[in-house]
């Protein structure tokens, strides 16, 4: 596809930047999953105690959940209506079946309906508006070649309020079909926690835990999250993306916040404009 304007991103060189994904958080699942189905997720119940900067993206009860991986076909995203073409027919080719495009407005004969660079198919599977070219942020897009060796980066900063308690960060991939069971998690290396402002609010920090100890008073929190293409990783030549998240909890097990990343592994070969992208065999 073509655009008259510059692209958005464009592919890092081998050997750049890298990151990850480790369990999931039910509210954030169910978010996820009312997006796909174009509904508008709930709202999650804030912490009086927390300052709230950026959009929370979890569950306030703390819940967490192992998702694992998804290497069965692709979820059933409901029946669709008779329009008088054939229900398997995906003129642009972009994974979205014509009816669904007709249905959700988006176009039949064009893979990239708002022009943002990120293909329909992805932003109907990610719960983006494939009709907003604000969504999703490049802030939200970490790039990733899949070349041995390369690796990214996120960093999440938080700012809460603290009475004493203990704050820690987890890190949690989304499930998302791939032929090859491969989610985010599977580029996850590690995470930690980085510095707070002021440092004089916190009376300890452990990194490799993800955990400040004791903080009081208005403090921001900062953790860092790496990825990499693992060994023994398959080159595919096409592009795909692997939504992600890192959350923030009291030690109350009370969601304190996070944010939301998708991951973009594309081909050394291709660019973030252009593709190649990889899309299912089928049209959904």
Not at 203 to 220: I, N
Not at 225 to 247: H, K, M, Q
Request: net charge negative; with cysteine; charged share 20%.
């Amino acid at each position: 596809m073509s655009h008259a304007r510059p692209p958005r991103a464009s592919l890092p060189s081998p050997g750049a930047s890298h990151v990850s994904v480790r369990a999931g958080v039910l509210g954030g699942l169910l978010g996820l999953l009312l997006g796909l189905l174009g509904c508008d997720a709930p709202r999650t119940i804030s912490d009086a105690s927390v300052e709230q900067g950026a959009t929370d993206l979890g569950s306030a009860d703390g819940a967490v959940t192992d998702f694992g991986v998804d290497v069965g076909p692709p979820p059933d995203f409901g029946v669709l209506p008779d329009l008088g073409i054939p229900p398997t027919q995906d003129t642009d080719g972009d994974g979205l079946c014509d009816v669904r495009e007709i249905v959700r407005g988006t176009r039949v004969d064009e893979s990239d309906t708002d022009g943002d660079e990120v293909p329909d198919y992805f932003e109907f599977i990610l719960g983006t508006n494939p009709l907003d070219p604000s969504t999703p942020t490049m802030g939200e897009l970490l790039f990733l070649p899949e070349s041995l060796g390369a690796s990214t980066s996120m960093g999440v900063r938080r700012r809460i309020v603290g009475a004493g308690e203990d704050y820690s960060g987890a890190f949690v991939a989304y499930p998302v079909y791939d032929p090859e069971g491969l989610s985010g998690d599977s580029f996850f290396v590690r995470a930690f926690a980085t510095s707070a402002e002021p440092m004089g609010n916190v009376a300890l920090v452990v990194p490799e835990e993800e955990r400040y100890y004791g903080v009081v008073g208005s403090t921001e929190l900062g953790f860092e999250v790496e990825l990499a293409v693992p060994s023994g990783f398959l080159p595919r030549g096409c592009g795909r993306i692997y939504p992600l998240r890192y959350d923030i909890k009291r030690s109350d097990g009370r969601f304190a916040g996070g944010d939301r990343r998708f991951l973009v592994v594309l081909p050394v070969a291709g660019s973030f404009a252009d593709g190649p992208w990889c899309f299912p065999p089928s049209c959904i």
